[in-house]
């Protein structure tokens, strides 16, 4: 009973997340061309320069400690840990590992492409390459889709509830760790959770998609052996 719950839940938001999936895509293409073309600049810089003169000693010692522990390099190898202790979750492995190297060298590649420079007068941390997207902010929202994706069909409304607000406050958190340590710009860190959300929905999708057309050819053999 509780699997077909779960089937039918996974079915009813298959084509939600394809839509949420679309509009992220397209919002971060449209984000993309504003902070190629200037548009973001200012809120960008008055995002900054509010933070910066906020800082207090505290909130940088937990901020320091949010961007470290949820740092990409240590969300993926609890991520990778999890899906290989968790297989049991049918269809899960080869998604979160496709979602997650993907993520990763999307992160890369966008870089390498946009080779926005990062905002050198406000970081209070050492960070090297380029700012858009935040990797961090990209890792983290794919993580959490990720862990939503997994969860959301076994469990009830509240559960889901409280799931959907731990993952949203952990993305939330990282990216405002960013934004405060002057490791990023505003901009940087809404465009890593669009890119991560779109790709995730992607991935979702077309593993989905494989996994559909794989079933009737396995379904065929037992009644080809009759």
């Given at each position: ?22 509009a992220c895509g397209l919002g971060f293409v449209a984000l ?186 396995r379904g065929t053999r037992p009644a080809d052996a009759r």
């Amino acid at each position: 009973m509780a699997t077909d719950r779960a089937r039918r839940t996974a079915a009813a938001g298959g084509g939600m997340d394809l839509v949420v999936g679309i509009a992220c895509g397209l919002g971060f293409v449209a984000l993309a061309a504003l902070v190629c073309g200037g548009a973001t600049a200012q809120a960008d810089g008055a995002a900054l320069a509010l933070v910066a003169s906020a800082r207090t000693a505290w909130l940088t010692r937990a901020f320091l400690l949010v961007t470290n522990a949820l740092s990409p390099m240590v969300l993926v190898a609890v991520a990778v840990m999890a899906t290989l202790a968790l297989a049991l979750f049918r269809g899960r492995v080869l998604l979160n590992l496709i979602a997650l190297g993907g993520a990763c060298a999307l992160d890369v590649v966008l870089k390498a492409a946009f080779c926005r420079p990062r905002p050198e007068a406000f970081m209070l941390v050492a960070e090297s390459g380029y700012s858009f997207p935040s990797g961090h902010a990209m890792v983290c929202t794919t993580v959490a889709a990720l862990a939503w994706l997994a969860l959301r069909p076994r469990l009830g409304a509240r559960g889901r509830a409280i799931l959907a607000a731990a993952c949203t406050a952990s993305v939330v958190l990282v990216c405002a760790s960013r934004v405060y340590l002057g490791a990023h710009y505003l901009s940087d860190v809404a465009a890593g959770v669009l890119a991560a959300l779109a790709w995730v929905a992607l991935a979702h999708r077309l593993v989905g998609r494989a996994g559909r057309m794989a079933l009737p050819a396995r379904g065929t053999r037992p009644a080809d052996a009759r």
